[in-house]
């Protein structure tokens, strides 16, 4: 089992829609990652929490860390948010451990 | 401002050759990372540097790999007598220090025939 376990794999959505990706991890961690991988393989770095809730325009991630669980959230999804969306924790040696990711696709 | 560079952007060897792959930090971030990702894979840490030092290595693949860095500055990732199963995007993350954001280079894409 992966220590660190995302959902869905693969999601597609209409322009417009709200997006949820969902992140759960079986280890103690010191912070949590989110990351979006364009389709020509460049890497941003999102958000990196370890408690609550943080916004950035239309993105919003918040972490459980009681329940082990973050979760990202697009609001009025754009065509431009097609992407990978990574979920990366950081345990208490300074490694990241990667989730598969979720490949998003928003259609017109 | 600039941001992580690598060099080169790609990269085709032959198998047994060795190659060297360069990681040009954001200027003042002490901590640096290497990652792994082949093709249709998610993303494998291999090392981090503090400063020039490198605490962890366990997630270099084989004592084929090493990696250095001096001057707090430039770091390169050195693969000996390379196999196909090396070819893969090699990616250099940069952070403030540890638990910062990590700011990502563009990758290098190795291809060992």
């Known amino acids: 089992k992966n220590e660190v376990e995302q959902s869905p794999q693969n999601l597609t959505a209409q322009e417009g829609e709200f997006i949820t990706i969902n992140c759960s991890y079986s280890?103690?961690?010191?912070?949590l990652h989110w990351l979006q991988q364009h389709p020509g393989g460049g890497i941003v770095s999102l958000f990196m929490l370890s408690s609550g809730k943080k916004k950035h325009g239309r993105l919003i991630a918040t972490i459980n860390i009681q329940e082990k669980h973050s979760s990202l959230h697009i609001t009025a999804s754009h065509p431009r948010d097609s992407a990978v969306y990574i979920c990366a924790v950081m345990g208490s040696n300074y490694k990241l451990t990667f989730g598969k990711g979720t490949l998003l696709t928003v259609n017109p | 401002g600039a941001g992580v560079s690598q060099s080169p952007s790609n990269k085709v060897t032959e198998k047994g050759k060795d190659v060297e792959l360069r990681c040009d930090p954001i200027s003042g971030h002490t901590a640096l990372y290497w990652y792994r990702q082949r093709l249709g894979q998610g993303l494998e840490f291999l090392i981090y540097f503090q400063g020039n030092s490198a605490p962890d290595k366990s997630g270099l693949p084989s004592d084929r790999f090493s990696a250095e860095r001096t001057g707090e500055s430039v770091s390169t990732l050195t693969i000996q007598r390379t196999q196909q199963e090396d070819s893969a995007v090699y990616l250099c993350?940069?952070?403030?220090?540890?638990?910062?954001?990590?700011?990502f280079g563009p990758g290098t894409r190795l291809t060992v025939l």
């Open positions: 280890v103690g961690i010191s912070a």
């Open positions: 993350a940069s952070s403030l220090g540890f638990n910062n954001e990590q700011f």
